[in-house]
Every structure is written in structure tokens, then in C-alpha cells.
């Protein structure tokens, strides 16, 4: 059974920064390229960043220079650290991998930028 479980979403003062994990189970995570996707309140979700199995890391423009993922084979997971967090940053953050001609999903975690 595949299964992805988001984790660090708070609340963050714009300025600050948070560091989400994706922790992967039931795939060999080496084999597999993981997309980090967020919806906003009254958007659709939006690509955030994606990491190719190789390591090779893409970013929606809105992001980069203040986002980077990472992954871990061994232990399964994906990060993503989240600097110089904006208002517009708002939503939550879900973790992605296709696998087995599926879409798999984690719960989601929160990210509230605010004052």
C-alpha cells in the first residue's frame, strides 16, 4: 500500500520560514520522481516543485529562489524548505508520486502566512 504523510505546516509570520517532509511508504522511492502541489483557499492546486529520481529539482516561477526540495532514498522522504514565506504562500502543501499507473496523495499540511 502506497502512502505519503505530509508534516511541518504552522504558522509563520511573513519573512519566515518552514521546512515541510513528505515521508514515502510501500513504493522503492528511489524509482520514483515526487511533485510538492498546494491549493490556496478558492484556487485549484498548483505545482509547487517537483525532484526527478535522478535529484534534479524544478520550481514554479512564483517560488524559486525561496523554496528547495530535496529527497532522501534511504529514509524515504522529501523536503521542501520554505524561506522568506509571503501572504500569498498560503494553502496547503501535498506531496505527490504516480506509481503503478496511479496518482497517489498525501493528507495534506497546512501552511498559514500571516501576522
Known amino acids: 500500500q502506497v502512502r505519503l504523510v505530509e508534516s511541518g505546516g504552522g504558522l509563520v509570520q511573513p519573512g519566515g520560514s518552514l521546512r515541510l517532509s513528505c515521508s514515502v511508504s510501500g513504493i522503492n522511492f528511489r524509482n520514483y520522481d515526487l511533485d510538492w502541489q498546494r491549493q490556496a483557499p478558492g484556487k485549484p492546486r498548483e505545482l509547487v516543485a517537483s525532484?526527478?529520481?535522478?535529484?534534479?529539482?524544478d520550481y514554479v516561477d512564483s517560488v524559486t529562489g525561496r523554496f528547495t526540495i530535496s529527497r532522501d532514498n534511504i529514509g524515504a522522504t522529501s523536503d521542501v524548505q520554505m524561506n522568506n514565506l509571503q501572504p500569498e504562500d498560503t494553502a496547503v502543501y501535498y506531496c505527490k508520486v504516480d506509481a503503478f499507473g496511479r496518482t497517489f496523495w498525501g493528507q495534506g499540511t497546512k501552511v498559514t502566512v500571516s501576522t
Open positions: 525532484i526527478q529520481r535522478s535529484g534534479l529539482a
